[in-house]
Antibody, heavy 122, light 108 residues
Framework: QVHLVQSEAEVEKPGASVRVSCKASGFTFTTYGFSWVRQAPGQGLEWMGWISAYNGNLNLVQKFQGRLTLTTDTSTSTAYMELRSLRSDDTAVYYC???????????????WGQGTLVTVSS | DIQMTQSPSTLSASVGDRVTITCRANQSISSWLAWYQQKPGKAPNLLIYTASTLQSGVPSRFSGSGSGTEFTLTISSLQPDDFATYYCQQYDPYSPITFGPGTKVDIK
């Protein structure tokens, strides 16, 4: 059974960094990609980027480049998202999702983590 | 980036109704389109991918159609569990993923 379990909620000050983890189980980690999607309170879904757990290929949304790092640890089947220089408008629920795009780029997202609320407040 | 629109933004319907949601892209995306259902406080759930392929475990009352720039999600007979917000998502290989703004289906 596929499971993606994310780390707990975080509260950060403006300018700080946050790292969210996403531990996968129930499937072969390296045969998929992982996308990260965020949702601000009461708003829609915003895709942030994708990483291949197979070969480490990355595709990041331009607006996050320079602030966003996506990594995977194949030894623990865990994907990570780090966002730096946090601002108040980064307050959102952050989701990891298993991406059917494994090698060349993002595709549809067939399993999702439970979400991690990141609150940015002074 | 490819812009996605959805109509309507809100839809009021009754149990048993046939419901159709439209999603449009501002350029052709072939069949690179997925549909998700999201309930309050929960993660989205994949319903349809490649425009018309039903995800495993999703009830057959859900169906998708379209290609190019115009797509539809149809629920053939709305059930109580279907009241939720629905998002389309394009995944054209040459463009960043983008989602539509969502369609909220509520009880009439």
């Amino acid at each position: 059974q596929v499971h993606l379990v994310q780390s707990e909620a975080e509260v950060e000050k403006p300018g700080a960094s946050v790292r969210v983890s996403c531990k996968a189980s129930g499937f072969t980690f390296t045969t998929y990609g992982f996308s990260w999607v965020r949702q601000a309170p009461g708003q829609g879904l915003e895709w942030m980027g994708w990483i291949s757990a197979y070969n480490g290929n990355l595709n990041l949304v331009q607006k996050f480049q320079g602030r966003l790092t996506l990594t995977t640890d194949t030894s623990t089947s865990t994907a990570y998202m780090e966002l730096r220089s946090l601002r108040s408008d980064d307050t959102a629920v952050y989701y990891c999702a298993r991406d059917m795009g494994a090698i060349n780029g993002a595709a549809s997202l067939d399993f999702w983590g439970q979400g991690t609320l990141v609150t940015v407040s002074s | 980036d490819i812009q996605m629109t959805q109509s309507p933004s809100t839809l009021s319907a009754s149990v048993g109704d046939r419901v159709t949601i439209t999603c449009r892209a501002n350029q052709s995306i072939s069949s690179w389109l997925a549909w998700y259902q999201q309930k309050p406080g929960k993660a989205p759930n994949l319903l349809i991918y490649t425009a018309s392929t039903l995800q495993s475990g999703v009830p057959s009352r859900f169906s998708g159609s379209g290609s190019g720039t115009e797509f539809t999600l149809t629920i053939s007979s709305l059930q109580p569990d279907d009241f939720a917000t629905y998002y389309c998502q394009q995944y054209d290989p040459y463009s960043p993923i983008t989602f539509g703004p969502g369609t909220k289906v509520d009880i009439k």
